[in-house]
């Protein structure tokens, strides 16, 4: 899964259980649909990732799609916690948005027989994820 900065879903990858999510990364990265803008003089495009990216097929996936790579561990971002008193965490963002989408009991256990309708039940999660943050963001 693919956020913003603040957790709202931009892209879903679906697959079996027994991929590792970092051989999912170049397909999750090129189904970016949203004209990103343009980067200006000193300014880059970011990617937050956890230690599970951490590795040279991973750096070129993001490196190949113009991101600038922030790959922490959890003892790194424990440590930034206890120097700086008001560090956050950045992969928490995307661990946040987890626990949305597990809101929704039907994508708990996956007991669809094909790709494509557990796929269509997760579109469907992370569009109501989003009107359900664009409501918070409007009304308080």
């Given at each position: 899964?693919?956020?913003?900065?603040?957790?709202?879903?931009?892209?879903?990858?679906?697959?079996?259980?027994?991929?590792?999510?970092?051989?999912?990364?170049?397909?999750?990265?090129?189904?970016?649909?949203?004209?990103?803008?343009?980067?200006?003089?000193g300014?880059?495009?970011?990617?937050?990732?956890?230690?599970?990216?951490?590795?040279?097929?991973?750096?070129?996936?993001?490196?190949a799609?113009?991101?600038?790579?922030?790959?922490?561990?959890?003892?790194?971002?424990?440590?930034?916690?206890?120097?700086?008193?008001?560090?956050?965490?950045?992969?928490?963002?995307?661990?946040?948005?987890?626990?949305?989408?597990?809101?929704?009991?039907?994508?708990?256990?996956?007991?669809?027989?094909?790709?494509?309708?557990?796929?269509?039940?997760?579109?469907?999660?992370a569009?109501?994820?989003?009107?359900?943050?664009?409501?918070?963001?409007?009304?308080?």
């Amino acid at each position: 899964m693919l956020v913003d900065g603040h957790g709202v879903p931009l892209i879903l990858v679906a697959s079996g259980a027994n991929v590792h999510d970092v051989k999912l990364l170049p397909a999750t990265l090129d189904q970016v649909v949203i004209k990103r803008p343009a980067p200006c003089a000193g300014q880059e495009q970011n990617l937050c990732a956890d230690a599970g990216y951490k590795g040279h097929p991973a750096r070129e996936a993001v490196l190949a799609g113009n991101y600038r790579p922030h790959i922490k561990q959890r003892r790194e971002e424990a440590e930034a916690k206890r120097r700086e008193p008001g560090f956050r965490a950045r992969r928490q963002v995307v661990e946040r948005t987890h626990s949305w989408l597990n809101r929704f009991r039907k994508l708990l256990v996956s007991f669809e027989k094909t790709e494509a309708s557990y796929c269509a039940l997760l579109s469907l999660a992370a569009a109501l994820t989003c009107c359900w943050r664009q409501t918070i963001t409007i009304y308080g």
